[in-house]
């Protein structure tokens, strides 16, 4: 296949845009720069400058149709050194390239009708944002529900309802997922988060997990979280939910600290931790659950254990409250093939959407 690519001025926000074209029936990809007002003011010093990649259906420069949106909420553990333009997400596989041959194909074997998809860059220096807002690091999910919701409606032919807007993701994407669309029942019609991340703190990713809370305790630089996937991720959280200001050197708050190799555990922290995770946020969004269209997610039996256990409380969570929903276990793990023909973006995410999104020619 051969590709070209121009870069093409915009006005306003947009600093670069360059476009992916396609010989034959294909789609293309549309690289975006903006200045993200939603993050430029946050005193943790992250940059404010963000990737968007949109992909366009085949035959969308040679019609005049509107088409849903699907935005995608990618996975916590890049840097802000690695691009969107060259991958969306730190497991193999999810990069762009690959997401616009899957798309073609799926839109050409039906399983979906003509889509836009578009993936937003929430990279930070600590390996992701949590899709929240922060008074330290930024108002993520003002950038996501509000200012790239609004940005894309502006310059390209959606339709521009929730019914016909999704939000899909993967790991802490999914987690991201599954919040934004409880908290934006107003934006988004309906939501598919794989593998989602951040359920509960009575699992894994909670006290239990001390080798991780004490790296996260006892670390002076960001090189030492290296040496730790979940420390990182841990600090990460600290930084999103419980900012602290006065506290370097990570300027957050932790629910467990170690002082003379006594464990400490700060209650008030650990509300506020648990009140982010999915099943705190349930507790205070159920309105806005019910308004949605259509719930589904779904993890793998041998998953990351607390991803596993987590997502069974959440789905038991949702049905104590009267909430439909489709949630499914399947057979397998965190990092299974996704793009493969029995994968479960082209069986199970791509017919969710076709089958519960409004597209032009059901209105």
């Known amino acids: 296949m051969k590709t070209f690519f121009v870069a093409i001025p915009l ?22 720069i903006i200045e993200a007002k939603s993050i430029s003011q946050n005193p943790g010093g992250e940059d404010a400058t963000r990737h968007i990649a949109i992909y366009l259906p085949p035959a969308y420069e040679s019609s005049t149709s509107r088409y849903p949106v699907v935005y995608w909420a990618h996975g916590f553990g890049m840097t802000p050194a690695d691009s969107l ?25 039906n399983v979906i009708a003509p889509i836009i998809m578009v993936f937003v860059d929430n990279t930070t220096e600590y390996g992701g944002s949590n899709y929240a807002n922060s008074k330290l690091t ?5 950038l996501m529900a509000r200012e790239v919701v609004q940005y894309i409606d502006q310059r390209y032919r959606t339709l521009a309802s929730k019914d016909s807007r999704g939000i899909a993701g993967f790991s802490m994407g ?11 029942p107003d934006v988004y019609g309906a939501v598919y988060a794989h593998s ?11 006290l239990a997990n001390r080798s991780a809370f004490e790296l996260a305790a006892k670390a002076g630089t960001i090189k030492d979280l290296n040496a730790s996937f979940m420390s990182k991720a841990i600090i990460a959280y600290g930084r999103t939910f419980t900012p602290n200001l006065g506290k370097p050197p990570f300027y957050c708050d932790l629910p467990l600290t170690i002082e003379n190799d006594v464990w400490i555990i700060h ?25 949605l269209n259509a719930i589904k997610f779904d993890w793998g039996r041998h ?3 607390y991803i596993t256990a987590s997502n069974r409380t959440l789905t038991n969570k949702l049905l104590s409250y009267g909430v439909y929903h489709h949630a499914e276990e399947y057979n397998g793990g965190h990092g299974i093939p996704k793009f493969t023909d029995d994968g479960p973006y082209l069986t199970e995410m791509l ?13």
Request: net charge negative.
């Open 11 to 32: 006005a306003l926000t947009l600093l670069t845009s360059t476009v992916l074209f396609s010989q034959g029936e294909a789609g293309t990809i549309v690289h975006e």
């Open 85 to 109: 333009f060259y991958s969306i997400s730190r497991w193999p596989g999810q990069n762009i390239d690959t997401w616009l041959g899957f798309l073609d194909k799926a839109i050409t074997q």
């Open 138 to 142: 930024g108002n993520w999910e003002d």
């Open 174 to 184: 999914g987690y991201g997922a599954l919040r934004l669309a409880m908290r934006y």
């Open 196 to 206: 989602p991340a951040i359920g509960a703190l009575t699992h894994g990713f909670s």
């Open 267 to 291: 209650d008030d922290v650990l509300k506020i931790w648990h009140d982010n995770t999915l099943v705190g946020l349930v507790d205070h969004h159920i309105d806005g659950l019910r308004k």
């Open 303 to 305: 998953d990351i254990p």
């Open 351 to 363: 017919p969710f959407f076709n089958d519960h999104l409004i597209f032009e020619k059901d209105q």
